[in-house]
């Protein structure tokens, strides 16, 4: 009898690390409806299962109860290098830019993330459980982006999503790493050329003749797919010059745009609205200089204002710190106009739409990932600490920071 | 009557100074740093000085004051920060790994926007330094951010020829390692700075014992004299260095040569904070988002604040801007209580740990009657995301005001507003 109990509490603990859970809160936010006061989030195999007030949610026995002030959907980092570009700094751990040709859409991210990259623990200790990262800014086309889950000791047990995007940049930034393209207009025409190969390419590999098929080309192959509109094109452009040009692009090639960076959006929120283009914003903090230096506090709330979704992201730093952290991205919005349900929306939902995982992440609503975070108080305060990460049903950070 | 006119004489000066009515700030919640938080407080500043400070009700307002009602707002002093790189500031070139002569205070633009960037971010006071790429790049110059047309409105001291006008940039680590003559390990660093020092303890030996004879005296030598302001306590050196055998390293120097050392950065402090306690030498730290960049900050902790308060050590808190912005300056002490440090010690980090490390403590770092009236006047809790700085005041005079349209640009941002080349080169850190 008393071994029973013993294997019985063994047992509970063993599956403890995907348990039943019901996390209850003082304010829910579902990003699904209005915010639940006193609520209640059942978890069942990875799964949301139920969420609601805690007077109608019964909690089934031997569910775990985790308690917070604040619990928001597991935030997204809509644009990273983080896995890729490692906390060294060293050639060795830098990953997220290939120098050897300014034009190269076949490198994937898949084969270059290090799912055990401390900075992967670090941005997930502050509430970021779904990363987009990849290939960084500073070619033409530097390569793939991929969307994982901030967990696993490989890629393959983080992966949501192994091409998410190829990723382009145009201006200034491109011409630090490259000879050529040396201006802006040089970078232009060659994406432009670039993507006329691969419309050529395409053409040819629907001959009806098989002989007249192309030879395989990955690069082509992954460009065919953009043209396809199978993948966006998320074009890294934070001048006024840079975003015209990629609105330009979009509309002679038709494939689906995602801007990124986009410093200077609000100088042409008009062009962007009429564009229906979605934009993945700079770090609201990021450094005034070189191509963002005209950047402002409140290009999220004008984002905002004039109705175009977007999301935040880390981006990419060079030097220190090695990467920044989305949610502290958003505060600084937040504290310059931004609406707070407007901010946990752009860290969530809208960031799920905008990268099509919306299905899966990005809202508390049964049957999407149980990835949830803990708060102690206000997300966005400075003093405010993250008590809970929680990942598909597995909590993965428990104390409080 | 002439007694009547010597006075008017004397009023002179006072007048062009502008501010020879009093200003009264009255029903803020005070943080005077020196004294806990007072509810509702009156704060008195006339010539440019702290004339009381108080509770309302216990503080005289002066007749003829004027009065401005700041009810709900939080009155703090001006920040110190013990490190930044504004101004587009420039130190010694790649000629050698050590230039203890060169001033940089002979290489600041006033003007340039990321100046008006720091009012923006409440700071009144700043180490401005040249970069880590060398063991020494030069002078550091102590800055009151006067609106000012050239260096010399804002420095602290009154003539560089024959004063201290700041302290010493020094670093160890791998920053200040390249080819020769630069070192290519930490063993060589520690070695070239030792002869140097060497060097300007005999120089020392040689004024002594000329005894003021003109005749016996050594020649002049610039490199040779900042060094003897060094060793006489009289410069203080600022010390970036951030692993913890480097930290040591520094402390290693300080035995040998007596020098007064601040420590900067500091990344693994929390490795060896009672070392760095034991040697009574005060750190002024960086808090940032993420660690890594460079090996050597890739164990920095937010938690360094809290653990060198909790060993005893004198903890000031720096922006090394533009590594962290000067505007969200309040930001990183924020940080440091969320990682565990006290409010009252992130607050004094801010100001009077600042002043106590650039030997300003006299004049600035908290709201006392008798110093500078440099303060701030924010929106609410100095912790909270949501407070904006509002005002900044310096020696009575308002320097940034967030409701002006012209100073609010330097707050948010925007087109044309900033200057590019900001200092921020790989050395900078």
Redesign the interface.
């Known amino acids: 009898m008393k071994i029973w109990s013993f294997l019985l509490t063994l047992g509970l603990l063993v599956s403890s690390a995907r348990a039943q859970l019901a996390v209850r809160a003082d304010t829910v936010y579902t990003m699904a409806g209005a915010p639940i006061e006193n609520g209640v989030v059942l978890v069942r195999d990875g799964k949301i299962e139920q969420v609601g007030p805690a007077q109608t949610v019964r909690i089934p026995e031997g569910y775990r109860v985790l308690e917070a002030v604040v619990v928001t959907p597991g935030l997204i980092d809509a644009h990273s290098v983080v896995g890729l570009a ?5 050639d060795h751990d830098q990953d997220q830019l290939d120098t050897s040709d300014p034009i190269q859409p076949e490198l994937r991210a898949i084969d270059a993330y290090n799912a055990r990259e ?2 992967v623990e ?2 997930r200790n502050f509430g970021v459980t779904t990363l987009h990262t990849g290939h960084g800014p500073g070619a033409v086309i530097s390569g793939q982006t991929m969307l994982v889950k901030t967990r696993g000791e490989t890629v393959e047990e983080a992966l949501v999503d192994s091409v998410a995007t190829v990723a382009a940049t145009l201006g200034p930034m491109v011409e630090r790493y490259f000879r050529s393209p040396g201006t802006r207009a040089k970078a232009v025409a060659m994406l432009r050329a670039e993507l006329l190969k691969a419309q050529a390419y395409r053409r040819k590999l629907r001959a009806s003749d098989p002989a007249r098929r192309p030879e395989p080309d990955l690069g082509m192959e992954t460009l065919v797919r953009v043209l396809d509109g199978e993948i966006p094109l998320m074009i890294t452009a934070q001048q006024v010059p840079e975003i015209m040009a990629a609105l330009r692009l979009q509309r002679e090639f038709g494939f689906r745009l995602i801007l990124d960076g986009a410093a ?1 959006a609000y ?1 042409v929120l008009d062009e962007i609205k009429q564009a229906g283009v979605p934009v993945i914003l700079h770090p609201t ?1 990021v ?4 191509e963002t ?6 290009t999220a709330a004008r984002l905002h204002e004039a109705g175009i979704p977007f999301a935040f992201q880390s981006g990419f ?1 060079s ?7 989305v949610l ?1 991205e958003a ?2 919005a ?3 106009g931004l609406p707070r349900t407007a901010a946990l929306e752009a860290l969530t939902i809208q960031a799920a739409r905008i990268l099509g995982i919306a299905d899966r992440v990005g809202s508390l609503e049964p049957g999407k990932d149980a990835d949830l975070v803990l708060f102690d108080g206000d997300p ?6 993250v008590c809970g990460v929680i990942i598909e049903g597995e909590p993965v950070h428990e104390t409080c ?1 | 009557m002439r007694v009547h006119l010597t006075l008017l004489i004397a009023l002179i000066p006072l007048a062009l100074y502008g501010q020879e009515q009093p200003l009264v700030f009255r029903g803020a919640r005070l943080y005077p740093i020196s004294q806990p938080p007072i509810e509702r407080g009156v704060l008195v500043v006339q010539h440019g000085k702290i004339v009381a400070v108080g509770p309302e009700g216990e503080v005289t307002i002066p007749a003829q004051a004027t009065v401005y009602d700041v009810t709900g707002k939080v009155i703090m002093p001006g920040l110190v920060d013990t490190h930044s790189h504004i101004g587009r500031v420039e130190g010694g070139d790649r000629s050698a790994p050590m230039h203890p002569a060169v001033r940089t205070l002979d290489a600041i633009d006033v003007r340039h926007s990321s100046v008006q960037r720091a009012r923006a971010g409440g700071i009144t006071t700043v180490n401005v330094m040249s970069g880590s790429g060398h063991l020494l790049s030069g002078q550091t110059v102590y800055l009151k951010l006067r609106k000012g047309n050239t260096i010399e409105d804002l420095l602290y001291c009154k003539d560089p020829l024959t004063e201290v006008c700041g302290g010493l940039k020094m670093a160890n680590g791998t920053n200040p390692q390249g080819d020769p003559p630069f070192p290519g390990t930490r063993a060589k660093a520690a070695a070239l700075v030792r002869q140097q020092f060497l060097k300007a303890v005999a120089y020392r030996r040689k004024i002594e014992q000329a005894k003021g004879d003109p005749e016996k005296m050594p020649e002049r030598d610039l490199d040779m004299e900042a060094l003897l302001e060094v060793l006489d306590g009289r410069r203080i050196v600022h010390f970036h260095t951030h692993r913890h055998d480097d930290i040591l390293t520094v402390l290693r120097l300080k035995r040998e040569f007596g020098f007064r050392v601040v420590l900067h950065h500091v990344s693994e402090a929390w490795k060896v904070a009672d070392e760095i306690a034991a040697a009574g030498v005060p750190c002024s730290i960086i808090i940032l988002d993420a660690p890594g960049g460079k090996l050597e900050a890739a164990e920095i902790r937010m938690e360094n604040g809290a653990v060198l308060e909790k060993a005893g050590v004198d903890v000031a808190i720096h922006t090394d801007d533009l590594i962290t912005d000067s505007r969200w300056f309040l930001r990183s002490a924020a940080l440091a209580v969320r990682a565990g440090m006290s409010p009252e010690k992130a607050l004094e980090a801010l100001t009077l740990a600042g002043a106590r490390m650039l030997d300003l403590a006299d004049r600035i770092g908290s709201l006392e009657s008798g110093k500078d009236a440099d303060f701030i006047i924010l929106s609410g809790d100095p912790f909270s995301i949501y407070t904006h700085v509002e005002q900044t005041w310096v020696e009575g005079q308002k320097v940034f005001d967030r409701a002006d349209p012209e100073d609010r640009k330097y707050a948010v941002g925007g087109a044309g507003v900033f200057e590019d080349g900001d200092t921020f080169v790989h050395e900078a850190h």
């Open positions: 490692g906390i060294l700094n060293y401390r900075l670090w941005v200077e100088l903090m450094r005034p200089r070189g230096v005209n950047a402002t506090l409140e730093e030097y220190v710190p090695k990467t920044r952290v502290f505060a600084m937040v504290a310059n966005f305060e400075y003093t405010t600490h920071r």
